[in-house]
């Protein structure tokens, strides 16, 4: 991958995350309803598809270029989830607990999820939350039940790729069955990235024009079909086939699948055609560069943590809301807030890994002198 193209993805995590964060400050309790629309075009669901893709693509060059066997890739994907994850469900139960105590109204509603808490973390902790037609919200954090599906998109992935003979199809059958179909139907758009992936060769001898018609086609079709109301028809659609209270209830967060993998393709094609036009012409301002390496690398705390910090800052400036200066303040702390817990989790991945490997390496030379 060149280094043009990385910096293009990574800008695309961190748009991806952003988007996601002002798809929930477009909440009326947070923002007064004056961003209401972002929610009415359904941004936020998206840019998780954006994800999903991007993830699907990155998985498939780190499996074919860097973890070229099982072992390496179960434990890089592992400790790359359960670094943010964990203390992402400490710092949420916690933040809601104290939130519900101190400013109970504001917790007080749909978004908050407290029955069974113990449940609820071990559900999340295992990601089985998700699991079947099962929806087990974890408190305040919504976007949590997207990691799931990534964890295991991973699964099955890993099962079709380091397995052999009748052994890959069992194991993926298997995964596919735990699972269920509620994941299943949204792996579209994960499985369109690592198509995108292997066929990124191809494009290299593409002319420059043709790949950037390619990466640009896919986002004005996506631009109409907002504009033209075609999610709401699918959606409508899907209502009429397999009933309305089915689609909402037990597909969830899958529910708008129709129109989540048609767009999974359509960013798919974007990233394509990014693969070329990157490759002639990267992005050349190395302070840029820094600027969008230095977002996306905190990311993914922003994109598991803000909810939880968006509903505690949200409750605690309550008059914040309702104007310009009071919604940019409740931005701004929920960004630094999401920062601060990157800078301690995600961004020291490498000594996390490197401890573990070094304890590992201790364990097992103690291990014989034990016996």
């Known amino acids: 991958m060149n280094k043009g193209l990385s910096v293009y993805l990574d800008g695309l995590r961190a748009f991806a995350a952003f988007v996601v964060l002002l798809s929930h400050f477009a909440y009326p309790r947070f923002s007064n309803g004056d961003y209401i629309w972002i929610r009415d075009y359904n941004l936020g669901s998206d840019a998780v598809m954006l994800f999903f893709v991007l993830s699907g693509f990155v ?26 994850a964990l203390p992402a469900l400490v710092l949420t139960f916690a933040i809601d607990a104290l939130g519900s105590h101190l400013y109970f109204k504001a917790y007080d509603g749909w978004w908050y999820a407290s029955s069974a808490p113990v449940a609820r973390f071990l559900a999340a902790a295992t990601f089985t939350n998700e699991l079947g037609f099962q929806h087990i919200r974890v408190g305040t954090n919504g976007p949590y039940w997207s990691l799931t599906y990534e964890v295991w998109y991973y699964a099955l992935f890993a099962a079709v790729t380091f397995l052999q003979g009748a052994r890959r199809w069992i194991v993926g059958a298997l995964v596919a069955l735990i699972a269920g179909p509620k994941i299943l139907v949204l792996g579209v758009s994960w499985g369109a990235g690592v198509a995108a992936y292997h066929l990124s060769a191809r494009v290299t001898a593409m002319s420059w024009e043709r790949a950037l018609a390619l990466m640009w086609l896919p986002v004005a079709v996506y631009a109409a079909c907002l504009l033209s109301g075609v999610p709401k028809m699918l959606l409508h659609w899907e209502y009429a086939v397999l009933g309305e209270d089915f689609v ?74 309702t104007t310009p200066a009071g919604q940019l303040l409740v931005l701004l702390l929920v960004i630094a807030g999401c920062y601060a817990f990157a800078a301690v989790f995600e961004r020291t991945l490498n000594r996390q890994r490197a401890w573990l490997v070094e304890t590992a390496r201790r364990l097992a030379i103690l291990r014989p002198q034990a016996v």
């Open 59 to 84: 998985i498939a060059f780190t499996a074919d270029q860097k973890d070229r066997t099982a072992g390496s890739f179960l434990f890089n994907r592992l400790t790359r989830i359960y670094s943010v």
């Open 248 to 321: 909402r209830r037990s597909l969830a967060f899958s529910d708008e699948f129709i129109w989540n993998g048609f767009i999974g393709l359509l960013f798919a094609g974007h990233i394509l055609g990014a693969v070329r036009v990157m490759a002639e012409r990267p992005m050349a301002n190395a302070r840029i560069n820094t600027a969008v390496r230095w977002l996306a690398g905190g990311s993914f705390s922003l994109y598991i943590v803000h909810y939880p910090l968006l509903q505690f800052i949200g409750a605690a400036l309550p008059g914040a809301r």
